[in-house]
């Protein structure tokens, strides 16, 4: 499996535990990051049909919401296991990290 891009990283976690609809995938991603990434609503549409098209993300329902249609999303087994995987990836990546940094840190004191 491919290394995943923050943006994807993060609207698959957005969607682990329940269906969200767009502008909630926005919200949820900007809470997850500490404001610190704000999809553009272009940037996010193509994003999920990407995801949709890889088998990582489908389609849980829609409703009405003053005239407008909102679709929700949620992951699949796939993209749980995705998820899940590049998790352990960047969770490797850290611990090696911590443990270099560990290293140098009473040097540097």
């Known amino acids: 499996m491919k290394t995943m891009r923050e943006p ?13 609809h767009g502008y909630g995938i926005v919200q949820e991603i900007s809470a997850l ?5 704000s999809l553009l609503t272009g ?11 890889e088998g990582l993300i489908e389609p849980d329902h829609e ?3 003053d005239g407008r ?3 929700y999303y949620r992951l699949t ?8 995987a590049e998790t352990a990836r960047l969770r490797q990546l850290t611990t090696a990290a911590e443990a270099r ?3 140098v840190r009473p040097r540097t004191v």
């Open 8 to 20: 994807t990283f993060l609207i698959l976690t957005a969607l682990a535990d329940s269906p969200r």
């Open 33 to 37: 990051s500490d404001g610190r990434v």
């Open 43 to 53: 940037t996010l549409y193509t994003a999920l049909d990407r995801l949709t098209a």
């Open 63 to 65: 409703e009405e919401v």
């Open 69 to 71: 249609v909102r679709r």
């Open 77 to 84: 087994a796939e993209g749980l296991a995705a998820l899940t």
């Open 101 to 103: 940094l560990r290293a």
